[in-house]
């Protein structure tokens, strides 16, 4: 295989952002929410209807998504790339805000975040272990709209890069 190829083909492909969210039952020094900013998600099912998701194998939020069997993805909007630089790194609670972002608790005890265009919360259906990153196929339970303006971030307009 040509590997240059491989990763150029790979780069090609569209993805959105999101901030993944779930409660660990668990808590990680006192912290029971997982926050982090993926793009590698797509829809996966009309009926029932599922999303899957690309979680890094060694971060938090793969082991609060395995603890808590569900999670939510909170739905970025194309202004909010300074909302998604919050959620490359680890984080902290403060009151109802998570690295300074106000959230609600959701169905699944997910946060959800006020700003998000939008949120979904899944229940896990599987997690599917075979490289560095684990596939998580989750049933919709739960949908909520924030906001009328639905135009999505897009990883190609931010300047930033995952995949290859
Ligand atoms: C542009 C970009 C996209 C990312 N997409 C993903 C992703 O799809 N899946 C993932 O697990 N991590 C992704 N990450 C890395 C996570 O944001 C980062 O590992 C995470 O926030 C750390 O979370 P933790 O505290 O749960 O370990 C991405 C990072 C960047 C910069």
């Given at each position: 295989m040509n590997l240059s190829d491989k990763k150029r083909a790979l780069k090609m492909f569209q993805y959105g952002l999101y901030i993944l969210t779930a409660r660990a039952t668990d808590p990680k020094e006192s912290m029971p929410y997982a926050a982090a900013t993926v793009t590698w998600v797509s829809q996966a099912s009309f009926e029932p209807p599922l999303v899957m998701v690309?979680?890094?194998?060694?971060?938090?939020?793969?082991?609060?998504?395995?603890?808590?069997?569900?999670?939510?993805?909170?739905?970025?909007?194309?202004?909010?790339k300074a909302m998604a630089s919050k959620f490359f790194k680890e984080v902290h609670l403060d009151g109802?805000?998570?690295?300074?972002?106000?959230?609600?608790?959701?169905?699944?005890?997910?946060?959800?975040?006020l700003e998000a265009n939008a949120a979904l919360e899944c229940s896990v259906e599987e997690r599917i272990e075979k490289g560095d990153h684990t596939v998580v196929i989750g049933k919709i339970v739960n949908a909520r709209l924030n906001a009328a303006e639905d135009e999505p971030m897009l990883l190609r307009d931010t300047g930033w890069s995952y995949g290859g």
């Amino acid at each position: 295989m040509n590997l240059s190829d491989k990763k150029r083909a790979l780069k090609m492909f569209q993805y959105g952002l999101y901030i993944l969210t779930a409660r660990a039952t668990d808590p990680k020094e006192s912290m029971p929410y997982a926050a982090a900013t993926v793009t590698w998600v797509s829809q996966a099912s009309f009926e029932p209807p599922l999303v899957m998701v690309g979680i890094r194998n060694e971060s938090w939020a793969n082991e609060a998504v395995k603890q808590s069997k569900s999670f939510a993805l909170n739905v970025l909007g194309k202004n909010q790339k300074a909302m998604a630089s919050k959620f490359f790194k680890e984080v902290h609670l403060d009151g109802n805000k998570i690295n300074g972002c106000e959230f609600e608790t959701g169905v699944t005890g997910a946060p959800l975040f006020l700003e998000a265009n939008a949120a979904l919360e899944c229940s896990v259906e599987e997690r599917i272990e075979k490289g560095d990153h684990t596939v998580v196929i989750g049933k919709i339970v739960n949908a909520r709209l924030n906001a009328a303006e639905d135009e999505p971030m897009l990883l190609r307009d931010t300047g930033w890069s995952y995949g290859g």
